[in-house]
């Protein structure tokens, strides 16, 4: 059960953490020193894992007669299964079987007492939440009950899981360096989810991307589109972007860089007007427009607090959100203030995290945890990747008008605004590779004069 509140409570730590914070005087708070705690891995609870039918199991000793009648049982299923855990952690855990037919699969079993104790779980959590309410009346944690109340119950249902991974599969088939693993539903249950096993490194681990000749920074710009991609086209996010869930491998058949996505229990599912205005603040961080900037921060709910909003959207310092997030490195002082000062704001991030919209919390803790991969593979969000980001905003917002209209000629409109939209990021790009090769004379100055500042 502990564990179990400690997963709920590292809900606090992802607030705090939430993708880097500043507030008027650039001091910040890094997510990379912060970033939430998965609790609870590497408990095992039972010996051997069985499928609900066999929920007997619990109660069995290790070794009995009944044991091991069960045991065979499992083994009119599985041709092999083995008892050692993949990963565990405080939900479920996984095993590698294979079937009779000779697949091979990935078993996700649900720990024994995780349903019955959930709700006890989350009343301790309410209690703690309201003593330190009393103890600190300036920080407002509600929400963290809130949103546990809501998402727990969802991730203790793996048919719910299944269909996630489904959706998300369809909805980024063009992408073929994702890999979704298939769901086997003819033999599993709320509670047992069986998969197709996908081998691979945690995405995470350099030195295993260096053994297997993969690129990091690959890697990376395929992460960066897979997540604009959620967010600001579809608005279904994966939102348990832990290392353990997103795997790195070769392709068998071609050879190339692919990225594994597994653990589909927890999406969050973006209303239209959120998503649209969350499209409209990123393009006016990118394209450096502080009074859209402001304008959107508040439609989000930030209120007055839209500079550390907007700070920590980016994991940048005021001063460089305002000289443009595409444009200013990170540098170590910026880094050294994120280390230093990321303290002294904590109420005001309490009280900001109460103010927006629940869908918004989510979404902090997947930049929470985009950024901690990248800090793991030693890696910062790069002009380019901004770059993609925009090129979604720009096709969401373009879809979106051309579903309000019927007018052929106004579709058409749109559609050239919007290939004019993209060609201009594209010469962007270009100007920026431009100056990273440290080009002068009269090809900058071409550059320069044919992309205006964009709005």
Known sequence: MGSRVLKLASWTGVALAASGVCLYSNKCLDPNDFGAVRVGRAVA???VISYDYLTSLRSVPYGSEEYLQLR????????????TPLGAASLAQVHK??????RTVAVKVQHPKVQAQSSKDILLMEVLVLAVKQLFPEFEFMWLVDEAKKNLPLELDFLNEGRNAEKVAQMLKHFDFLKVPRIYWELSTK???????VDGGQVNDRHYMERNKIDVNEISRHLGR???EMIFVNGFV???LHPGNVLVRKRPDTGKAEIVLLDHGLYQALTEEFRLDYCRLWQSLIWTDMQRVRKYSQRLGAGDLYPLFACMLTARSWDAVNRGIGQTPVTATEDSEIRNHAANYLPQISQLLNRV????LLIFKTNDLLRGIEAALGIRASASSFLNMSRCCIRALATHKKQKTRSLFRRARISLREAFSLWKINLHELVLHVKGLRLTGWVWALLCWLLPAPH
């Not at 065979?72 to 008892?83: A, N, P, R, V």
């Not at 509670?191 to 096993?197: I, Q």
């Not at 919209?357 to 918004?360: A, G, H, N, T, V």
């Open 45 to 47: 609870t039972t010996a």
């Open 72 to 83: 065979s049982k499992i083994h009119d299923l599985f041709l092999s299964f083995d008892d």
């Open 97 to 102: 079987a294979v079937l009779r037919d000779g």
């Open 191 to 197: 509670r047992v989810l069986l998969m197709e096993f």
């Open 226 to 228: 897979m997540y604009s």
């Open 238 to 240: 994966h939102c348990d």
């Open 357 to 360: 919209p629940r869908q918004m």
